[in-house]
């Protein structure tokens, strides 16, 4: 199982962005799915969530600027990432708690630079 993200980039505050992961290397169900980030500095946090049901959870720093979906034809998970904030500048991770046998599978992470 390979998650492979990308979408990261420069931009400056008040910006938008879209990450994108792309699940490969087995067949994608609506299987739980994550974003984090991590900062120099700081521990990896979750940034947000989506379940097989399709709901969705944010970290408080991130509810009504950021976007978690799915595509399960593309077998991709995004993330809209919009009214950027220089804080929000760190690495960002696509994380899947399980695929089918794969545990805890993490993609390479996209970096995301914020200028103020």
């Known amino acids: 199982v390979q998650l492979q993200a990308s979408g990261g980039g420069l931009v400056q505050a008040g910006g938008s962005l879209r990450l994108s992961c792309q699940v490969s290397?087995?067949?994608?169900?609506?299987?739980?799915m994550d974003w984090f980030r991590q900062s120099p500095g700081k521990e990896r946090e979750l940034v947000a969530a989506?379940?097989?049901?399709?709901?969705?959870k944010y970290a408080d720093s991130v509810q009504g600027r950021f976007t978690i979906s799915r595509d399960l034809a593309k077998s991709a998970v995004y993330l809209q990432m919009s009214s950027l904030k220089p804080e929000d500048t760190a690495v960002y991770y696509c994380?899947?708690?399980?695929?089918?046998?794969?545990?805890?599978?993490w993609g390479r992470g996209t970096q995301v630079t914020v200028s103020s």
């Open positions: 994380h899947a708690p399980q695929i089918g046998r794969h545990l805890n599978q």
């Open positions: 290397g087995t067949v994608f169900k609506a299987n739980d």
């Open positions: 989506i379940s097989g049901d399709g709901s969705t």
